[in-house]
Structures are given as structure tokens and as C-alpha cells.
């Protein structure tokens, strides 16, 4: 079984005069994990229309996309079948919208600065099997932007 998902790191300038980048993170009280914004993609699903979709719906926030970053390939075994999962992540703006969480759901939805959100990705990437692959893609990227 293979299943193909999209996430954003979204992107939002302070209007200072340092203008400090901040990324949107998911917390998910359930499992007690932080995330980016994702979707799992249908066959025939443009990415970032999916995206779009998506983060609008799970946050509030409405966002413009503007270039593909990078994926993470991983795999699990749910069932006795072994699941293979391609996660494709894209950088993207936020342009307006109220952040809330949709009904539902329980957990937050917040922006970090870059060290705010590796540190969050990073404690829970040494105790959560599989989260650490976001910590080290937002690493490098943050070198980059």
C-alpha cells in the first residue's frame, strides 16, 4: 500500500523592522505532537490545491503557495501490511484568515519563530518515532531562507 501526502511550511513576516520569520504548527492533544499542516493526496489531486484546501480548513489560515522544498519517505506497518508513505513538503505564505482549529479537533494551531519550531520538532523528534525526519528538513531549510 503506498499513500502520498502534502505539507506546508508556511511562512509569515512579522511587520518589524528585523521582520523574524514564523512557521505554523498543528498540536495534536491526543498524541502530544507538533506538526505542519497536511493533507493526504488522491490519485488525480493537484498538491497544492489539496494544500490550500487543507490548511484553511485545519487552521483558518489562508495561504498562498510559492515553491516545492523537499519530501520525506517513510514506512509503517498498520495491520500486518506494510504502508509506504512520500511526503512532499512545500513553502508557502500566510495571507490572512483567523487561525482556529477545526470542530473537532483537540489541539491548537500557532505561529513559532525558526528556533521556536525546531526546538518543538526536536524534543518531540528524540521521543516520537518518525517526527524526527521534519525536524531535520525544517533544519536545512531554515539554513537556506
Known amino acids: 500500500m503506498y499513500t502520498l501526502s502534502s505539507a506546508i511550511v508556511l511562512q509569515k513576516q512579522e511587520n518589524t523592522e528585523q ?3 514564523h512557521l505554523l504548527l498543528l498540536y495534536d492533544d491526543s498524541t502530544c505532537t507538533y506538526y505542519f499542516p497536511k493533507c493526504y493526496v488522491n490519485h488525480g489531486d493537484v498538491m497544492q490545491d489539496m ?3 487543507e490548511v484553511q480548513e485545519s487552521t483558518g489560515a489562508t495561504i498562498l503557495v510559492h515553491n ?5 519517505a517513510s514506512s509503517m506497518v498498520h495491520e ?14 500566510y495571507t490572512g484568515g483567523e487561525l482556529c482549529v477545526k470542530e473537532g479537533f483537540l489541539g491548537r494551531v500557532c505561529f ?10 526536536q524534543f518531540q523528534g528524540v521521543h516520537t518515532l518518525g517526527f524526527e525526519d521534519e ?7 531554515s ?3
Open 19 to 21: 521582520e523574524t520569520l
Open 51 to 53: 494544500l490550500v484546501q
Open 68 to 72: 516545492y522544498v523537499s519530501f520525506i
Open 80 to 93: 500486518n501490511a506494510k504502508i509506504r508513505k512520500k511526503t512532499h513538503y512545500f513553502a508557502a505564505e
Open 112 to 121: 513559532y519563530t525558526v528556533p521556536e519550531a525546531l526546538a518543538l520538532l
Open 135 to 141: 525536524y531535520a528538513l525544517l533544519k536545512q531549510y
Open 143 to 145: 539554513e537556506t531562507i
